[in-house]
């Protein structure tokens, strides 16, 4: 197949002023460069498209591909994953991972729980933020957990999001409202183990690939998976392979399962859950728009840890989009 490899690079977006935070979500080159080695040698034609300009430019001089491998952040706004596969929806021309409008729905943290929660699935109690007078909607009892509404790569993530004040809350919230122009999320705090679950497939056919625990590091910033620990894994956190003979791995295997059929993901992509005090694990949030860095990304440091090679996984998730480039038909 001609596939088409459509990325927001880091370094792109920095060269034109935008900060470490603003781009902490987007793709270095080796990323590209491994997806269209990968391409190459399971027999594809890899073509470098861009970011959402290049693929509108690219498609208005008539270039098409038989699918398109999708790794877009995009930016600005809460629907910025969704723009890639809009666009690529109108010249009905197939694509890796989620649709719009899933994508769209699983970057709204509370929407996302809503959906979830609605399936059957456990996750904390949840208020979203908007003003200070939603504070009265956090109704549940302390600690709490703040954090932006639609944002990855745990940004706007520090030891000061787990709070016991009603004080401190409404002054977090107040600063994370200015600094990140969207509402904040506040959850019952999980003070419980971490686990991230990697997933292939769509549907039914989705499975669990493995599932890592975040341990922190002595170096770590404390009790939480924070942006400045995500940005700096390599000396903050081990991400350790664990397996369903541990219980608690067992039910976050299966939670995690059912909140990717639950909310249409497709291809690959992560489920991140946190444990009560009593060790039950419960649905926090999903990528279903996952890094794919070789080395430093959870999905395929998952594949390394059960011995599938980044080829193989890559294989994985083109294979599982592969049936729906036969189910459109592209227009010219």
């Known amino acids: 197949m001609r596939i088409g490899l459509t990325y927001d690079l880091r370094s792109a977006y920095l060269s034109l002023g935008y900060s470490l935070e603003d781009t902490a979500e987007f793709d270095r080159e080796e990323t590209v460069d491994s997806i269209a080695s990968a391409c190459t040698q399971l027999g594809h034609q890899p073509v470098r498209i861009g970011n959402a300009r290049d693929l509108v430019n690219k498609l208005a ?12 952040e995009g930016l600005p706004g809460p629907a910025r994953e969704s723009q890639v596969p809009s666009i690529l929806d109108v010249y009905g021309i197939p694509y890796t991972f989620a649709d719009p409008a899933v994508l769209a729905l699983c970057l709204n943290k509370a929407w996302t729980k809503l959906v979830v929660a609605n399936a059957g699935v456990p996750t904390p109690a949840h208020a979203v933020i908007e003003c200070a007078a939603d504070l009265a909607l956090v109704d549940f009892p302390a600690p709490w957990f703040a954090k932006p509404l639609a944002e990855g790569t745990g940004k706007g993530i520090t030891p000061i999001s787990v709070i016991n004040d009603m004080e401190v809350l409404a002054s977090v919230s107040a600063d994370l409202l200015v600094r990140y122009r969207q509402p904040v999320i506040v ?13 292939l497939g769509t549907g039914a056919d989705a499975r669990v690939l493995g599932t890592l625990e975040i341990v922190l590091n002595a170096s770590a910033e404390p009790g939480v998976y924070s942006y400045i620990n995500k940005e700096e894994c390599e000396t903050r956190v081990e991400y350790r392979l664990v397996h369903p003979d541990d219980p608690q791995v067992a039910r976050s295997e299966e939670v995690a399962l059912a909140s990717w059929r639950a909310l249409g993901a497709r291809d690959g992509g992560r489920v991140d859950l946190r444990c009560d005090a009593d060790g039950m694990p419960s649905f926090i949030e999903v990528n279903p728009l996952a890094g794919l860095h070789p080395e430093h990304s959870d999905l395929p440091m998952t594949a390394t840890a059960i011995g599938m090679s980044y080829v193989d996984l890559i294989h994985a998730i083109i294979e599982s989009a592969q049936p729906r480039t036969a189910a459109v038909r592209q227009v010219a």
């Open 61 to 72: 001089q008539g270039e098409r591909w038989d699918l398109v491998f999708n790794i877009c």
């Open 187 to 199: 959850e019952t705090y999980l003070p419980g183990r971490e686990f991230t679950v990697s997933l």
